[in-house]
């Protein structure tokens, strides 16, 4: 079983993500938190138990405004184990009242996180965690699926992995002017927003990550470096026949679709990107 958690902060803080350093830090004390609840949901867990997460950090909003949040998927249990031969999986249920005792949490160690930094006063930073009504803080946790429900769990990463940006939401006025539509609203109810050419290319741009900076990554057990990884993926059921000749189309399907883009890379750079120079 996987949940889902979004967490997002208050403007006033948010403004600081740019900083490649500091947005790490709020993302490894925000996992750190969530390692600890699931701990703490499972009696026998010990020091030693892991969490596995994969994390879509989502830059703009509904209506391409700066919004910096996460998306978080997270195996809902912990993985107990030194190896991979003693390797195994418990799933932990958080109770309501233990996600709103891990909300409180996780908006104090970031706002400690802060202050620490030297990017928030102690007193403004007193106020943020004693407010009652969670001071910009964002943390949703309703979203679970179970174990067995493989098209709701594509479901939910595709959600997740989504482009910020859809064009069939974008409409022409005049030569002058766009219109961006959103499914939902926006800051101050909204659910439109209109845009230069210009502007709209300037709100795009956020989108382009600077070098060696990710979208997704891959946290605990699922890390690229965790020796578990391999034992952990072993552990997914294998698919049925039918859904495994699906999957054999589409992954030809995916492989046509990379060669085109590389095709297209290669008018770009002049520089056919499938042949390493080296080999």
Not at 75 to 101: C, H, K, N, S, Y
Not at 186 to 213: K, Y
Not at 224 to 229: G, K, M, V
Request: aromatic share 6%.
């Amino acid at each position: 079983p996987v949940r889902q958690w979004v967490l997002s902060l208050p403007k006033r803080l948010r403004y600081h993500l740019d900083d490649a350093e500091l947005q790490n830090a709020v993302l490894h004390s925000f996992l750190r938190c969530i390692e600890q609840g699931l701990r703490q949901g499972l009696v026998a867990a010990d020091g030693q138990a892991r969490l596995g997460a994969v994390v879509f950090i989502h830059r703009l909003g509904a209506l391409l405004n700066s919004h910096l949040h996460f998306h978080v998927v997270v195996i809902d249990g912990v993985f107990l184990g030194e190896d991979a031969e003693t390797l195994r999986f418990e799933a932990v249920r958080l109770t309501p009242e233990a996600v709103q005792r891990l909300q409180a949490t996780i908006r104090q160690r970031i706002v400690g996180l802060f202050v620490r930094r030297g990017l928030l006063d102690k007193g403004d930073g007193d106020a943020l965690c004693a407010s009652e009504h969670d001071a910009g803080f964002s943390l949703n946790a309703a979203v679970r699926i179970e174990g067995n429900d493989r098209q709701g769990l594509e479901r939910l990463l595709r959600y997740c992995a989504r482009p910020a940006f859809a064009q069939e939401r974008l409409r022409q006025i005049d030569a002058e002017h766009l219109v961006y539509e959103s499914p939902k609203p926006g800051p101050g109810g909204r659910v439109s927003q209109i845009l230069t050419p210009l502007e709209l290319m300037d709100r795009l741009a956020a989108l382009i990550l600077p070098p060696r900076r990710h979208r997704h990554r891959y946290y605990g057990v699922l890390a690229p470096n965790s020796p578990l990884r391999p034992a952990v993926t072993a552990l997914v059921p294998k698919p049925p026949p039918a859904a495994a000749d699906a999957v054999a189309e589409e992954n030809l399907v995916s492989r046509t679709a990379r060669y085109v883009w590389a095709m297209l890379l290669a008018r770009i750079y002049e520089v056919f990107p499938l042949t390493c120079p080296k080999c």
